[in-house]
């Protein structure tokens, strides 16, 4: 395929301009850079077919021959998977994507947001339209959420919301896969989804559409708001720890907190799930 022809004040990768940031994100999280002998190897994406207009998009943002290719085959999943590819090979391309924080191989748990000034918001969207969900949950709840292996996208992502939204995420591994599992819900969703999902953003039509329908959600009549969590400081473990807790109402009266997170907390530290405070 002939190169694509792109106005001269573009320039591919620069992480300033919405389009790029947001095609670097989804690169970050669902392509694969390999190399071979001689400066050769490729970068690619394989997504569902029912996306392929996103890998459209990225060949015409990009100035180098490339392909999109559809292939049909069985998976653990369907006996018919039908799949589009989007390859590039030039050494060029694959060299500024690399220095801009695309590792060769495998990279799930080494990505990291970029180093250099770049649109945050495109960004994040691009992580979450390759590996992460909107919608609404069984329960009707709005939701956005992001599943990564990097511990750095995983704590920028919490770090980014939490300015846009107010909700403080703090990001644990899993114990089955060791995968950091990221969910807003409720207004944080909505309020989220709002800002990263701008009209006319580049992103996946069918999760473009899934944003916009968070929009109309309304808190039910009745629902209560929880309270935002108030972490505990090792101020607050000495003092719990002082009070010994031999009457929990008056503990939990004099911290301000409830009996029951009083108890708790208290159980954690003494059973050396949570560290003790230093003196």
């Not at 970050?28 to 970068?43: F, I, K, N, T, V």
């Not at 979450?128 to 995983?154: E, H, K, M, N």
């Not at 997170?261 to 003494?270: A, G, N, V």
Request: hydrophobic fraction near 35%; aromatic fraction near 8%; charged fraction near 25%.
């Amino acid at each position: 395929m002939a190169e694509q022809d792109l106005s001269s004040t573009t320039r591919f990768m620069d992480l300033k301009d919405p389009r790029y940031a947001y095609m670097f994100g989804f690169l970050q999280a669902d392509g694969h850079l390999s190399e071979r002998p001689r400066q050769r190897g490729q970068l690619t994406v394989e997504i569902n077919v029912r996306d392929i207009h996103i890998l459209h998009e990225f060949q015409r943002l990009t100035p180098y021959a490339s392909s999109v290719r559809e292939r049909i085959r069985s998976t653990n999943f369907s006996s018919r998977h039908h799949s589009a590819t989007w390859a590039l090979c030039a050494l060029k391309a694959r060299t500024t994507l690399n220095e801009l924080g695309l590792p060769y191989g495998r990279k799930s748990a080494t990505i990291t947001p970029p180093r250099v000034e770049f649109s945050r918001p495109d960004y994040l969207r691009g992580v979450v339209d390759a590996d992460g969900s909107v919608g609404f949950t069984g329960q009707g709840f709005p939701f956005v959420s992001l599943t990564t292996a990097s511990t750095a996208v995983g704590a920028y992502l919490c770090h980014y919301a939490k300015k846009i939204t107010g909700a403080e995420r703090r990001i644990k591994r899993n114990a089955r896969d060791g995968i950091y599992n990221i969910v807003y819900t409720k207004e944080a969703a909505v309020q989220l989804a709002g800002h990263l999902y701008y009209p006319g953003c580049l992103a996946l039509l069918r999760k473009q559409t899934a944003a916009d329908s968070l929009a109309s959600w309304q808190r039910p009549a009745g629902m209560r708001i929880a309270p935002p969590r108030r972490r505990w400081s090792q101020a607050d473990d000495r003092l719990l720890l002082l009070l010994q807790l031999d009457d929990p109402a008056t503990a939990a009266r004099a911290m301000d907190r409830t009996e029951q997170s009083c108890t708790m907390r208290l159980w954690r530290l003494r059973s050396g799930r949570a560290p003790m405070p230093s003196a």
